[in-house]
């Protein structure tokens, strides 16, 4: 079996950029899950964007990200989860009360609430430096609690803004998405050891 990575998408819905993520992992030899907590509804404003995450039942989202998991862990050995701003807080949720069963956990700009009651979990964090969302100041309150963990990195990304890696949004950042990329791809490749 080779590693597998659980796919969650951001407050957008299960869109075009969360499959082609998807598939990108698929092309290096991962095996993916990427559950759609709205199911089927996707956004494409801002305005949409909160009116399906206000709406999502938590409890719902949970069973159904803790369902792709245990489907992803009878496919692959060993499994690590990424998710963007919403689903890096669904992420981070599941590998804390899952952990044996999850090797690394990706999180792409996450909420502040998200962060970080135990960084013993290998977490790789990518963080806008000029996010609308989470200050630079929480943004570096988060390095500083991430440092504690022994396997825990922290990147900021300059001039990039929340969704700077999803390339549907204005926001998006080649540059900086490619290399968070890279980093991403380097952080599976050694937590999951394919």
């Known amino acids: 079996m080779s590693g597998g990575v659980l796919v969650l998408h951001a407050w957008w819905g299960l869109n075009d950029d969360v499959r082609a993520y998807a598939e990108r992992l698929r092309r290096e030899g991962y095996v993916t899950e990427t559950p759609d907590l709205y199911r089927g509804h996707v956004a494409t404003t801002i ?43 669904y992420g981070w949720e599941l590998a804390q009360a899952r952990r044996a069963g999850v090797r690394g956990l990706v999180l792409y700009y ?25 200050s630079l100041a929480d943004a570096r309150r988060a390095e500083l609690v ?23 949004r204005p926001e998006y950042d080649k ?16 937590h999951l050891r394919r």
């Open 175 to 190: 540059a900086a998405s490619e290399l968070a990329w890279q980093r991403t791809a380097a952080f599976l490749d050694t």
């Open 146 to 168: 991430a440092s504690r963990g022994p396997t825990a990195q922290f990147y900021l990304y300059p001039n990039t803004k929340h969704w700077f890696d999803e390339p549907s």
């Open 47 to 89: 305005a949409d964007a909160e009116k399906l995450a206000k709406g999502l039942d938590g409890a719902r989202a949970t069973t159904d990200v803790d369902a792709a998991l245990t489907k992803l862990a009878g496919q692959a050995d060993q499994v690590a989860v990424l998710g963007w701003s919403l689903g890096a807080s």
């Open 110 to 134: 996450p909420g502040m609430d998200d962060i970080y009651a135990d960084t013993s979990l290998p977490t790789l964090v990518h963080f806008a430096d000029h996010d609308e969302f989470e």
